[in-house]
Each structure stands twice: as structure tokens, then as C-alpha cells.
């Protein structure tokens, strides 16, 4: 069976196997019991929880899901079917994902283990992580920024700029919390509004990916793409932020009506912040909300129609 850590909202979330032994040992600890589909988590940004995926039609019992989830914040309109079997207690589950969390250890970062197992041990004792603040480090994306520090971009392609028209989508959460949408991409694909099936990743479909998580070489990777830091011609509204340090980044987009929405990983679209507070872009904006462990700000960039991203 294959664990992943249900964390990251723009790279892939790490992943491990578990032996033979350690199968058996998780199918007795949820034996008889209701387990929550893969589907069924809050896309908070951060923490969201363990899946495990089935990698054998014969590896779980009959009615079990071939991918459930373990530990996390699940959905407030989530519910058991009726006559499922009893869920694991909040102790059981806590232990769970200890255990789940230690088969994993040569896998994933001892840093954000780390903050997984404060997380847990937060929402035991009925607490939240706190909120940061909105005066959070912001590093603002200047247009002759990146070529400052290394990294050339390609030319605007024409001799004259044509003014900026802002084409910003609608906010349609139905398309990309489709089944066979949701789980294969991420917010960059939903800030450019580009579905790919990849997860989609700075700088790889124009062969210049970024090469570490900070402001800079993520937002230089995007430009390689088709982003730019100036509006010419039509294009849509997004914001960077970054997860210190160096652990991951998250795309928020401007929706038609001015507010703003974003895709945590592979977990449904929404337009609320991490405390669940509408980004209304008046009083909240991608700059000012609760970002969760995304603390610093990096600026906003403009998507030109017809970008492609993979």
C-alpha cells in the first residue's frame, strides 16, 4: 500500500510504500471500522491529513475504499453512509497517523514531520495553529527583478506592447472539483486557469523549472511560462506565496467579480481563507489573509489568455 502526506498545495506531496507487515498492521487497526474516502478532506492549506491508496485489488476488505484518508480536517457536509461502520475515535485516529507518520521517516523532511506532528497535537488539545500575521514578510515582484538575479526572460513577443485589458474567469468551482479533475491538479493550474492532468509545475513546460522554493526562482519559473509582472494585452490576475523555508508555494487567482479563490493541491477550489473568511479583495486580499504555513507574500503577476502550463 502507498502513504501519501497530504500537505503541499503546489509540489507533489511526498509518498512511501509500506511493507507486507506494516499492511497488515494498519488493515487491523481500521478492521470494522468507517473510513473516510480520499475525497472527503477540507482543503485547508497545510496539513490535510494521510492517504492511503491500495496498490492490489486483494489488499483491503471487501467495502473499504481502494483510497481513504487518515487524520485531517474532513468536510463539514461530510457523512458516513448509513450503516457504515463506527469511525476511529480522535485518539485512535491521532495514534494512527503517528504510526503511519513513523513508517514514513526516511521519506519526508524531518522539518515538516515536524510541523505535521505539532499540527496533530495542536487540534488535540483544541487549538489551531495560529494565524500569521498580515504584516508576514512580503517580497514584492519587481519586473526587472529576476533578470537581476540570473535569470533572463524571454522577450515581450512584438514591437509595441498592446494595452492591458483584465479578463479575470469566473469563479466555477464545479469544473475543477470533478472527480476526474480535482486530484490531478493544482493551484497553478487553477491560477492560470489551465487544466493540464499533471500537477503542474513552474517553469516545466517551458524547460526552465524552478530549481528551489523561494520568491524568486518560483516566480521566474512562472514568467518562463507566460506570466508576467506588467499586464499587456488580456490577461487574469494571481498571486504568489511561499512556505519557509523552501517547502512549497500556493497560486491564488482573481476571479471576475474581484474576489479571489484558490486550489489547495489536489483538494477542491474554494474562495475562502484559512480561517474561512471570504477573500473579498476589500478587506481580505491574497496579501492579508490567513495563508496558513504560506507566511511570505511574494507579489502579483498577470496571466496572459492562452497560457499553457504542465
Partial sequence: MIVTLDVFSGRPNPQWRLSEEETASLLHRISERFIAPEDAAEGVLGYRGLIVSATRDDQLPEGTPSSFRVGGLLRADHRAPKGAGRPLTADETD??????????RNAVDPSLLAYVEDVVQLRKQGKAPEEPPGSEEVRELEPEEDADRGFPLPPFPGPFPPVCIKINPPYNPAFWNAPNVRPYNNCYNY??????????????????????????????????????????????????????????YHWYRQDASGSWSHKPGGTAVQNKDQSGNPIDGTQRTPQNCNRGPYTVFCGYLWVPAGTRVR
Fill in 191 to 248: 491560477a492560470t486557469n489551465y487544466r493540464s492532468d499533471t500537477f503542474a509545475q513552474p517553469g516545466r513546460i517551458s524547460g526552465h523549472l524552478y530549481t528551489a522554493i523561494d520568491c524568486s526562482h518560483v516566480s521566474a519559473a512562472a514568467k518562463w511560462d507566460g506570466l508576467r509582472s506588467n499586464c499587456v494585452a488580456r490577461n487574469a490576475y494571481v498571486a504568489l506565496a511561499i512556505w519557509p523555508p523552501g517547502c512549497d
Fill in 95 to 104: 495514534d494512527a497517523v503517528r504510526w503511519l507518520l513513523s513508517t514514513g
